[in-house]
């Protein structure tokens, strides 16, 4: 028996009635910082979303001396000194990593009864690593889920879908793709569903941002606080704001005892708005470049429609507004952004839509 793992349940509006004999379609994203299932609810009336930390922490049971396993928030949260996110550069990089991996999926598969009996869709990144990419199809092939279908698609494409309506007009759609991811910044053009000139850097992520934040909040504070990678994340996610930041305080303990407060006004801020500078820099002068020395009329026709933005640092509140004020400026002329409702779960409920529909 696993042990729990627990998770944000959340549901999220959606028809996604089966009939009573039909495979449940599942959807899925094995991300670097979060993994996200989507299925129906039991009456078919929304979609359920699991969402948990991808990680894992082993700890020895003080009794028998057995090693044992945390997963998720909980792994984090208790064993921050050793805990594992298997997933960092967006791949399972190794075997045991792999099976580390594994075994984290297969908890939360059990812990959530997501049913064997389903055709699942996968939404993973587009990286050019083939050992990398290899380890994960062994992950998905291995897991107990997917009895009737197992499908994967690029996570761009999975998360432009709720981004262009209810159902997946995307398939149909020419457009260009902006994934912010926590490993990797891809650009992607689409023609109906087929993937044009991916470029991808692991230069620009979120968790470079994570450092960065961590880097200027001891600079800002006169080096008198230290957080560590985990409280950077937990910083941005909670107070990056392009729309109305407001600076924020949090407390500390001191090492010799007592408690020190102190006050961040610039170094959330700072540190997104370099990323997002650098993630237009690369957009227009590298993507774009390549986009229209492969194929002009994608490239011409890609800018005429909006660009979706996907992945977790598209859910920085103004982020999109400012993405399309920026890059304005850099081609010179208008251009039109937009993205997901949630696009933390975009990748996953667009996956979702695909596997109902290949179901």
Known sequence: MCAQVDAEIEE????????????????????????????????????????????????????????????????????????????????PEDADRAELTEQFFGAVIESHDIPEDSAVVYAIPT????????NLQNVIENSPIGDELIESYPESLCGAIPAFGDGLEAIEEIFIAVNMGSTNLEASAYRRGEQLSPTTTGAITGNEVDRIIANYVEEETQGRVNIDITTAREYKEEHADFDNFEPFTDVI??????????????????????????????FANSFLSQLASDNMKVYQLALDRPIVLTGGMACIPGIVEEFESRVEQ????????????????????????IAARLA
Do not use: W
Not at 67 to 89: C, H, I, N, W
Not at 332 to 348: I, K, M, S, Y
């Open 253 to 282: 303990q001191q090492p010799g005892g007592g408690s020190h407060e102190f006050t961040i006004e610039r170094s959330v801020m700072d540190a997104v708005d370099e990323y997002l500078d650098d993630v237009v820099e690369e």
């Open 12 to 91: 999220v509006p959606g028809d996604a009635t089966t009939g009573e004999d039909d495979a449940v379609p599942v959807g899925v994203k094995l991300g670097s910082t979060r993994t996200v299932v989507a299925l129906p609810t039991e009456d078919g009336s929304a979609i359920k979303t699991i969402r948990t930390l991808t990680c894992l922490a082993s700890y020895e049971d003080p009794l028998t001396g057995e090693e044992k396993y945390l997963y998720g928030e909980e792994a984090a949260t208790e064993y921050p000194d050793r805990v594992q996110f298997m997933l960092r550069s967006g791949l």
């Open 330 to 353: 850099a081609l010179g002329r208008d251009v039109e952004a937009v993205t997901a409702d949630r696009p933390d779960l975009a990748a996953t409920i667009g996956a979702q839509r």
């Open 127 to 134: 990286i050019d690593n083939p050992a990398g990419l290899e």
